[in-house]
């Protein structure tokens, strides 16, 4: 890699880590490309060069943390023997990852994120769809063992992810009533209950 090459990488990087800091300290209303410049040390030139917008800087942060997120998963379930102890692993590594990486659990979980995916829902939803894919195989493995019950993917993601995005969203919002060490320890259970099959 050239020297030009590896500035511009740094540049990037810059720019990605000064868009969460900005972000979490004021929220979608301080996230102006004023302030991600000031808070980087990068030009507005720069922020234009590589993203071509203020948008384009924050779907790539979001894209940088959901791919981190899912290969957090994807490693949790890879290392299990069954669906039971594959739905143990993964929640307690989501939850890990909310409470490890709160500001960007906070941007993944924030309207802001919500409003780009409807706004460009096809795009990001077959992006989305790609990166979850290890996680749809994994499932879709154990309904063919029948393990897990023969739903639809979609239909298996949504029971499992939904209360494990539900909680943390609750967790990230503020409200002290949440406990996610032990959330982690009961909310395996209860999903293992909707997704798997029933004894024949």
Same mark, same amino acid.
């Given at each position: 890699?050239?020297?030009?090459?590896?500035?511009?990488?740094?540049?990037?990087?810059?720019?990605?880590?000064?868009?969460?800091?900005?972000?979490?300290?004021?929220?979608?209303?301080?996230?102006?490309?004023?302030?991600?410049?000031?808070?980087?040390?990068?030009?507005?030139?720069?922020?234009?060069?590589?993203?071509?917008?203020?948008?384009?800087?924050?779907?790539?942060?979001?894209?940088?943390?959901?791919?981190?997120?899912?290969?957090?998963?994807?490693?949790?379930?890879?290392?299990?023997?069954?669906?039971?102890?594959?739905?143990?692993?993964?929640?307690?590594?989501?939850? *890990?990852?909310?409470?490890?990486?709160?500001?960007?659990?906070?941007?993944?979980?924030?309207?802001?994120?919500?409003?780009?995916?409807?706004?460009?829902?096809?795009?990001?939803?077959?992006?989305?769809?790609?990166?979850?894919? @290890?996680? *749809?195989?994994?499932?879709?493995?154990?309904?063919?063992?029948?393990?897990?019950? $023969?739903? $639809? @993917? @979609?239909?298996?993601?949504?029971?499992?992810?939904?209360?494990?995005?539900?909680?943390?969203?609750?967790?990230?919002?503020?409200?002290?009533?949440?406990?996610?060490?032990?959330?982690?320890?009961?909310? $395996?259970?209860?999903?293992?209950?909707?997704?798997? *099959?029933? $004894?024949?």
């Amino acid at each position: 890699m050239s020297r030009k090459q590896q500035r511009g990488e740094a540049t990037v990087e810059q720019l990605l880590d000064a868009a969460l800091r900005v972000y979490a300290e004021g929220g979608d209303q301080g996230l102006t490309v004023s302030a991600v410049t000031k808070a980087s040390g990068v030009s507005l030139g720069s922020l234009y060069h590589h993203f071509g917008s203020i948008d384009g800087l924050m779907n790539a942060l979001l894209t940088r943390w959901l791919e981190r997120l899912l290969g957090e998963l994807v490693t949790a379930v890879q290392g299990t023997r069954t669906a039971h102890t594959g739905i143990r692993a993964l929640v307690g590594a989501y939850l *890990a990852f909310v409470q490890e990486h709160r500001d960007a659990a906070r941007l993944l979980h924030s309207s802001y994120a919500d409003r780009q995916g409807m706004a460009d829902g096809k795009r990001l939803r077959d992006a989305q769809e790609a990166r979850l894919s @290890p996680l *749809a195989q994994w499932a879709q493995a154990y309904v063919a063992a029948g393990e897990l019950a $023969p739903l $639809p @993917p @979609p239909l298996i993601e949504s029971l499992i992810l939904g209360p494990v995005v539900g909680l943390s969203r609750r967790w990230l919002s503020g409200i002290d009533d949440v406990d996610l060490d032990e959330a982690a320890l009961i909310l $395996p259970e209860r999903i293992w209950r909707s997704v798997a *099959a029933e $004894p024949k």
